[in-house]
């Protein structure tokens, strides 16, 4: 049955005539006796009994009307409902952050975003793997990418520069040496594609690559940068995690004289690419846009 021509029907029972009726639709009387009529023959029965005089429900008409008025109550509600939503957004978000980033700076907006959206829920997980969001059940993730993938929405909140950087016990063995210094000493890098790890170095607009074979490898950056800390070797850490220790002098920065070309320079929010967001994910991801632009995550 087509849902609205029972709406249309509860407007014509509540007119006058059909002639009022088709007035107040915008339509023609023709038409919304034509309506009447595909009505009554999904029922299979008589809704109205016209006399001379005045148009009388039938008893399916009756019913039919109630369960009108019923439909369009709930459609009343859905749409006040969903206005609500749009006003005070309430709802759950499947949220997915880096480690480092998402413990050291994403983790106090989302925070702030709780304390400003008490009728949102969220669920964290923290994670530095490309996910596909929907097999993944996410709704919302941030990567840090060189490129993000084709087939979700990228909103960039960021830019992320690498260093070398090491224990003063460790930047004294590196001593005034060049890149080739990285192939004598133990390095610790995010995980490899192979056994090797390729550190591409880049001083004025020349590349160069050095291969390396890491002595620790790992996807928590925070571990990374413990690490690094605790002398086991040069770190390849993102600015946000080393900038903070190399100002206070627990590390020391190597080769300053090159931009170093890390696994990713960007960061990213990403979304499935749906039209019509949910309210509660819309409000997240304007959220986190904003506050990137307050404070960028990689101060």
């Known amino acids: 049955m087509d849902l609205n021509l029972l709406l249309l029907f509860a407007e014509i029972v509540e007119t006058p005539n059909l002639s009022e009726a088709a007035r107040r639709l915008g339509l023609s009387r023709s038409r919304v006796s034509q309506r009447l009529k595909t009505l009554e023959s999904q029922i299979g029965a008589q809704l109205m009994r016209r006399t001379t005089r005045r148009v009388d429900l039938t008893d399916a008409g009756r019913t039919a009307y109630e369960h009108a008025l019923r439909l369009r109550e709930d459609a009343g509600a859905a749409l006040a409902a969903i206005a609500g939503h749009r006003h005070s957004p309430r709802g759950h978000v499947r949220v997915s952050v880096p480690t480092g980033l998402g413990r050291l700076t994403l983790a106090p907006m989302l925070l702030d975003f709780l304390q400003a959206q008490p009728e949102i829920t969220l669920k964290v997980t923290f994670s530095n793997r490309i996910d596909d969001l929907v097999a993944d059940n996410i709704d919302v993730a941030v990567r840090v990418l060189a490129q993000p993938p084709e087939t979700v929405v990228a909103r ?144």
């Open 156 to 299: 960039e909140l960021g830019r992320v520069a690498w260093r070398l950087c090491a224990a003063p016990e460790i930047a004294a063995a590196f001593g005034t040496g060049g890149p080739d210094m990285l192939r004598r000493l133990p390095v610790v890098t995010p995980p490899p594609t192979g056994r090797d790890y390729a550190i591409r170095l880049s001083r004025r607009g020349v590349v160069e690559t050095i291969v390396v074979q890491p002595r620790l490898q790992a996807e928590d950056f925070l571990f990374m940068r413990d690490t690094v800390l605790a002398g086991a070797g040069i770190g390849l850490l993102p600015d946000y995690m080393a900038d903070a220790p190399i100002a206070e002098g627990k590390l020391l920065r190597l080769l300053p004289d090159y931009d170093v070309l890390g696994p990713g320079d960007r960061i990213f929010l990403l979304t499935t690419p749906t039209p019509h967001p949910a309210p509660a994910v819309h409000a997240l991801v304007a959220f986190l846009r904003e506050a990137a632009a307050r404070r960028p995550p990689e101060s």
